[in-house]
């Protein structure tokens, strides 16, 4: 009814538990734009973003690829990166300083860590380092992110592609003290590679599962690997490194995102949560994410783009959406995507219907809004015209 219908309006709640970690709203950044110092940070934690995930960080720092090894599409519909994670070292997004100029004197909204190491032992160091970091007490780091998407060892292909490596990797890091009582000191996510193969979903899937005592997220996706921009009049790429070889990222992205959020959310276990990743611009991208089973929306190359602002304007998109669609929490529709039915496709066609007709009347009362303007404004120009005609004794009144 109105009442209650008015009662979800004011009540609209986009908060959410993500491997035990409470987030003030589902939508926060992806790792990588914008992320890379504190003083970028800091905008991320006074947007609307439920948090902040730090830069993928390595061992020591690195400045990354030469440049460019960035670009866009003029519509916006895609981006490309080789950025070679250039970063400020562990150390410095694991420093007390650096957390309490990211997030304020009283953080409201948790600071989590992401790392990719060049190879298993960086990243089996990097976890030991933050591990020492919370237990002296000296910051709280919420959450950690483990790259498996990114190329670990040389001559050997993306970890989240080699299900060998990856088995073999995710061993390791169990056998580290943090993992080995009977609760993790902390909740690690791992970020995943796009997949394009049901086998590969279940096999990626099947070594998470095995893992689930110390693996409490999986986002996905990564950029698509290997896509490749050319510079029409130069006849050349538009990234430098690597022949042009880049990451592809952006809208173009988003189906893939959907699938794999939708498969990996079908195969993992219950206590896996998934964060959808991939080509979120709108509100309505991140209700989709959420609709296939995603408990928290990342959010990186609109970020990159449009800056911290998007957090908000996404936010304000779904808050919107959920009113209209009379959804109060996220969990009211997460992961309840339906099966395709003929009643669905002629609901589809209804409110398609409903819309175009609104927008025409919408642009028919416009129209005629304006002609009456024009009438008006030509009644007055004839008032003026004649008023001076008579003041310069052309005519007389």
């Not at 709640?13 to 491997?19: Q, Y």
């Not at 779904?318 to 003929?342: A, H, N, P």
Request: hydrophobic residues 40%; glycine residues 8%; contains cysteine.
């Amino acid at each position: 009814d109105e009442l209650s219908r008015y009662y979800l309006i004011i009540m609209v709640d986009l908060s959410v538990t993500l491997a035990g970690v409470p987030l003030t709203s589902c939508v926060y950044n992806a790792s990588g734009p914008r992320t890379g110092s504190s003083a970028a940070m800091s905008k991320i934690a006074k947007s609307a973003s439920g948090g902040v995930l730090a830069k993928s960080a390595t061992i020591s720092s690195q400045k990354g690829n030469d440049l460019p090894r960035t670009w866009h599409e003029d519509n916006g519909k895609a981006s490309l990166n080789s950025e070679g994670l250039p970063n400020s070292g562990i150390d410095y997004y694991i420093d007390p300083k650096t957390v309490s100029e990211t997030m304020g004197e009283s953080p409201t909204k948790p600071y989590m860590v992401s790392i990719s190491g060049k190879n298993i032992a960086d990243n089996l160091q990097m976890l030991q380092k933050i591990s020492s970091t919370i237990e002296s007490g000296s910051m709280n780091i919420a959450a950690v992110e483990l790259n498996l998407a990114c190329p670990n060892i040389v001559g050997k292909p993306t970890i989240g592609y080699d299900f060998e490596q990856m088995e073999d990797v995710m061993k390791q890091v169990a056998s580290l003290p943090c993992f080995s009582g009977s609760k993790p000191l902390f909740p690690l996510g791992v970020k995943m590679p796009p997949y394009f193969d049901r086998p590969h979903f279940e096999m990626a899937a099947a070594i998470l599962n095995k893992y689930k005592h110390i693996v409490s997220y999986a986002a996905s996706i990564n950029t698509i690997g290997n896509a490749l921009a050319i510079d029409f009049h130069a006849e050349m790429p538009v990234i430098r490194a690597k022949g042009g070889f880049a990451g592809l990222s952006g809208a173009a992205v988003k189906y893939t995102a959907l699938a794999n959020v939708k498969q990996m959310r079908e195969l993992l276990d219950n206590s896996i949560d998934v964060v959808g990743v991939g080509g979120v611009q709108t509100g309505r991208d991140a209700f989709e994410l959420i609709l296939c089973g995603a408990t928290a929306v990342q959010v990186g190359t609109c970020h990159w783009t449009e800056g911290p602002g998007c957090f908000d304007r996404i936010c304000d998109e779904l808050k919107t959406i959920m009113k209209d669609k009379g959804y109060g929490t996220v969990e009211d529709f997460r992961g309840k995507l339906k099966e395709w039915s003929k009643e669905g496709v002629a609901l589809s066609r209804q409110m398609k219907m409903a819309s175009k007709k609104s927008s025409t009347s919408g642009e028919t009362q416009l129209t005629s809004s304006n002609n009456n303007s024009s009438l008006i404004i030509a009644i007055l120009f004839a008032i003026i015209a004649v008023l001076l005609a008579d003041k310069l004794n052309i005519v007389s009144l």
